[in-house]
């Protein structure tokens, strides 16, 4: 059974910084591009970034461009997003996703995480 958990959400002042984890089990971690994608209420869920499974590619959202960054360890299972400059219109649930394939720009998601909630005050 696959198991996608975040953690690292929380609350912080505009300007400030965050780094959200993510670990996924019951799957081979390293054969699987992995992403973030946040949504809010009434809005449409957001790709945010993604990552391939061997890190050679990433895609962010031009509105994180500059600002997030993910990466992943994949001896530790274990995906990121350093969030820095963070600006209140960055508040919403995130959530980890494993794709289908090597490569997020080629797949589709296939497992998402229950989310971690960030709250970004001005």
């Known amino acids: 059974q696959v198991q996608v958990v975040e953690s690292g959400g929380g609350l912080v002042q505009a300007g400030g910084s965050l780094r959200l984890s993510c670990t996924a089990s019951g799957l081979t971690f390293g054969e699987y591009a992995m992403g973030w994608f946040r949504q809010t209420p009434g809005k449409e869920r957001e790709g945010v970034a993604c990552i391939s499974w061997r890190s050679d590619s990433t895609y962010y959202a031009d509105s994180v461009k500059g600002r997030f960054t993910i990466s992943r360890d994949n001896a530790r299972n274990t995906l990121y997003l350093q969030m820095n400059s963070l600006k209140p219109e960055d508040t919403a649930m995130y959530y980890c996703?494993?794709?289908?394939?090597?490569?997020?720009?080629?797949?589709?998601?296939?497992?998402w995480g229950q989310g971690t909630q960030v709250t970004v005050s001005s």
């Open positions: 996703t494993v794709y289908r394939d090597f490569y997020c720009q080629q797949s589709e998601v296939n497992y």
